[in-house]
Each structure stands twice: as structure tokens, then as C-alpha cells.
Antibody, heavy 123, light 105 residues
Framework: EVQLVESGGGLVKPGGSRRLSCAVS????????MSWVRQAPGKGLEWVGR??????????DYAAPVKGRFTISRDESKNTLYLQMNSLKTEDTAVYYC??????????????WGQGTLVTVSP | DIQMTQSPSSLSASVGDRVTITCRAS??????LNWYQQKSGQAPKVLIY???NLQSGVPSRFSGSGSGTDFTLTIRSLQPEDIATYYC???????FGGGTKVEIK
């Protein structure tokens, strides 16, 4: 059974940092493209960024609002995905989901999701 | 950047009704379009990928169509368990539409 379990959320002051983790199981993590998607309270979904599998280069892509502030990384030995968030702003307040991208499908849907972890950025 | 516009933003329909949600891309995205369902308090779940392909395990009352810039998600006969917000998403920049909240009348 595929499982993705996020952790690391909490209350952070503006300008602060936070690292989220996503522990995965039930599939070959090293082959997976992984993304983070966030959802501000009462709002819609927003893609944050992705990291490709090492075999596909291991490169990262980010959405414009977080580029230069957020960094996605992965530790294959721990089957864990990370999201390092720096210079946090109040508008980064959201539930953060980790997801897998089904790269074997033409449109690469996000097919497995974690339960999400809430990050609140507030003075 | 590609923009994805969904309509309506919300709708209310009766059980058994046919429900249609549209999604328009600001430029052609071929069939690189996915649909998700998000129930209250839950993570999203993919329903349709590549515009018209039903994800495994999704009831056949859900269907998708379209290509280029205009796409449609149809629920053939609305059921109480379909109460949720639905999102379209394009592949290239992973942009989501604003969502359509579906309620029972």
C-alpha cells in the first residue's frame, strides 16, 4: 500500500524557516517524481514545486511565488522527501501536501497524496 | 504563464442530475489536463487524466472530454457522495483551476 506521511508543520514567524518532511512507503521512491502542493485556508490548490527522480536528472522546478525561498530535496536512504522553506511570508500559510507524479501517464497526474501538514506563518 | 479558468465556481444540483464543469486554458494544452475531486477535510484524488481517461477505481458516472483549450468534467448522475470541490490541472506548469464546489440541492 502506498503511503505518504508529511510532518514538520507548525507556527512560524514571518521571515523564519521551516523544513517539512514526507516519509513514503509502498513504492520505489528512487524512481518517483515528487511534488509539493499547498492549499491556503479556504482556498484552492497551488503547486509548489517538484523534484525528478535521479535517473531523470534529479532536477527541481518551482512555482514563481516560492522560487529562491523554497528548496526541495530527497534522501533515497530514508525514503523521505523534504521541503525547506526560508524567508516565510504570511501568504505561505497553507496545508502542504506531498504527492507522486504518475510519469507513466501522458498528463503526469498527481496520483498519490499525503494527508497534509499545516504551516501557519504569523507574527 | 498558462491560466486555467473553471466555471462555475459553485453549483447546486439534485441527486440524479447531470452535472457539467468546464475548464478553459489560456493557451492550447492538447490533452495535458487532469481532474481532481477534493472532499472536505481530505486530500485531493485524481478522477480523470489526459483529459478523458478514467482513473482506476473511479465510478463510471464521471467522464472527461475536450482538448486544446476547452475541457469538460461530467457527472452523469449526481450522487450524495459526489459532494466535493473539483479542480482541473494542466501538466506543463502544474497550474490548477480555481475549483468548482458542488452541492446537493
Amino acid at each position: 500500500e502506498v503511503q505518504l506521511v508529511e510532518s514538520g508543520g507548525g507556527l512560524v514567524k514571518p521571515g523564519g524557516s521551516r523544513r517539512l518532511s514526507c516519509a513514503v512507503s509502498g513504492f520505489t521512491f528512487s524512481n518517483a517524481w515528487m511534488s509539493w502542493v499547498r492549499q491556503a485556508p479556504g482556498k484552492g490548490l497551488e503547486w509548489v514545486g517538484r523534484i525528478k527522480s535521479k535517473i531523470d536528472g534529479g532536477t527541481t522546478d518551482y512555482a514563481a511565488p516560492v522560487k529562491g525561498r523554497f528548496t526541495i530535496s530527497r534522501d533515497e536512504s530514508k525514503n523521505t522527501l523534504y521541503l525547506q522553506m526560508n524567508s516565510l511570508k504570511t501568504e505561505d500559510t497553507a496545508v502542504y501536501y506531498c504527492t507522486t507524479e504518475a510519469t507513466y501517464r501522458l498528463s503526469r497526474p498527481f496520483d498519490y497524496w499525503g494527508q497534509g501538514t499545516l504551516v501557519t506563518v504569523s507574527p | 504563464d498558462i491560466q486555467m479558468t473553471q466555471s462555475p465556481s459553485s453549483l447546486s444540483a439534485s441527486v440524479g442530475d447531470r452535472v457539467t464543469i468546464t475548464c478553459r486554458a489560456s493557451q492550447s494544452i492538447s490533452s495535458y489536463l487532469n481532474w481532481y475531486q477534493q472532499k472536505s477535510g481530505q486530500a485531493p484524488k485524481v478522477l480523470i487524466y489526459a483529459a478523458s481517461n478514467l482513473q482506476s477505481g473511479v465510478p463510471s458516472r464521471f467522464s472527461g472530454s475536450g482538448s486544446g483549450t476547452d475541457f469538460t468534467l461530467t457527472i452523469r448522475s449526481l450522487q450524495p457522495e459526489d459532494i466535493a470541490t473539483y479542480y482541473c490541472q494542466e501538466t506543463h506548469s502544474a497550474v490548477f483551476g480555481g475549483g468548482t464546489k458542488v452541492e446537493i440541492k
